[in-house]
């Protein structure tokens, strides 16, 4: 992080990222000394409610963050910077968006939990366009030139006010991971599939250490209190995901539960045990994953975009990745047996032992679609198998160069082909 002291000092010229959390009111055109360079500007958490016309000086410019503002509009200053690639106002309070704020190389564009409503035709004239997060906004419809974005791999349209699917995304050649939870038309008077993980009182457990953090909330590890476990009935090791309030990047945290208690039990599946639902707190209680499991992959970068990225140097023999991969197979058709689509089917969100053994979690960016056309669920299983081929194309791109020749390497790399192919 820096400073507007260093800035205005002239020490950070020729600097390629610059990052400034001062409370502030107006853009500091000091900024734009650094036009040779800059190629990352990080806004965030300041009290911004415009930018001036000028930043298009910034010739260099391809990521701009400033989420955490007080925007009401997208400025349209952005669209005039030649090499703005990356926009990202995440949980300001914008309620405007218009065609001259959406910069022509838009390659990932973040507007989740802010006030729109609408989204202008020219979106779909933003052919480079991969990642677009929606979620947390007031939309009733999405753009009809949607369907030209032939190149959006990844969307998210959850929690918003969608009153009927978006058929614009059916024939959208590349998407793969797709939410849509917490719409109007997700509801449905179809039958709901009954639960049978019971729901307990949050004083059963007291929570401990921190396990992990992710956008819908913190997990913890967790110990039974006092006889709340008397009868052995559950594992004695538990952890407890104690969801957020708000919406998140993904969509509603009630919407991530409800997809985890459809789905059920799987053994490649982190197992749900019981869940609180109160005013007080909405959580889910879950069996302790074992220490000796590891995360498989790392998220995206800013260069990948929508795709995965693994520690330099790791790398799996062909017949782990083949063990890895036909499981996650057996957990894609148990998602899609019971009208689940995951919405995130990653590496990064898939666990792994040396024997090969998988846990698959994190349900965030997960929706139910059981109420929705035949034609829709077909189609939106066949989005989520596009990801799941990005999935083993990822895993080969580790693959032990001595395997590349094998059997099992060439019949998993035609694999990816044909599933293309039907795609």
């Not at 939309?139 to 009809?144: F, T, W």
């Not at 929570?207 to 594992?235: M, T």
């Not at 800013?302 to 062909?318: K, M, Q, V, W």
Request: net charge negative; hydrophobic share 40%.
């Amino acid at each position: 992080m820096h400073t507007l002291a260093q800035l205005k000092a002239g020490k950070l010229i020729g600097i390629k990222r610059l990052q400034l959390v001062e409370s502030l009111t107006e853009f500091p055109m000091e900024i734009l000394t650094l036009a040779e360079s800059l190629e990352i500007l990080d806004l965030s958490n300041n009290q911004l409610t415009s930018l001036p016309k000028e930043i298009a000086q910034l010739r260099h410019l391809k990521i701009i963050f400033a989420s955490n503002n007080c925007f009401t509009e997208l400025p349209e200053a952005l669209g005039d910077c030649p090499k703005l690639e990356m926009v990202g106002f995440k949980s300001n309070q914008i309620k405007q968006v218009s065609a001259a704020a959406l910069p022509m190389p838009l390659r990932w564009l973040i507007l989740t939990d802010n006030q729109i409503s609408y989204l202008p035709e020219a979106l779909g004239d933003r052919p480079r366009l991969q990642k677009l997060a929606l979620a947390g906004n007031q939309l009733k419809r999405l753009p009809k030139s949607t369907d030209q974005l032939l190149n959006l791999e990844l969307l998210r349209i959850s929690a918003n006010q969608l009153l009927a699917f978006p058929i614009q995304v059916l024939n959208l050649p590349k998407l793969a991971w797709f939410a849509f939870a917490g719409n109007p038309f997700c509801s449905t008077s179809a039958e709901t599939k009954p639960s049978t993980i019971p729901v307990i009182d949050a004083s059963h457990y007291e929570l401990q250490e921190v396990l992990g953090r992710g956008a819908s909330g913190v997990i913890y590890k967790a110990k039974w209190v006092d006889a709340a476990n008397q009868d052995n009935l559950w594992p004695n090791e538990i952890a407890v995901k104690v969801f957020k309030g708000e919406v998140t990047s993904d969509g509603y945290p009630q919407d991530e539960l409800d997809a985890c208690l459809r789905v059920g039990e799987h053994h490649n599946l982190v197992k749900p045990i019981a869940r609180v639902v109160d005013a007080e707190q909405l959580a889910l209680v879950m069996e302790l994953i074992p220490p000796h499991f590891k995360n498989l992959g790392l998220p995206p970068n800013f260069d990948t975009c929508t795709r995965d990225t693994f520690e330099a140097g790791f790398e799996l023999p062909i017949n782990t990745i083949k063990t890895i991969v036909e499981q996650m197979q057996r957990v894609f058709e148990h998602l899609h047996n019971n009208q689940v689509c995951h919405g995130d089917l990653y590496a990064h969100n898939t666990l792994f032992d040396a024997q090969g053994n998988i846990i698959f979690g994190d349900f965030g960016a997960a929706s139910t679609y059981q109420g929705l056309l035949p034609m829709i669920q077909e189609t939106i299983k066949e989005m989520e198998e596009r990801a799941f081929i990005h999935f083993i194309d990822d895993l080969l791109s580790i693959c032990r160069i001595e395997d590349k020749e094998s059997h099992e390497y060439q019949a998993l790399k035609v694999l990816t082909f044909e599933k293309v192919e039907l795609c």
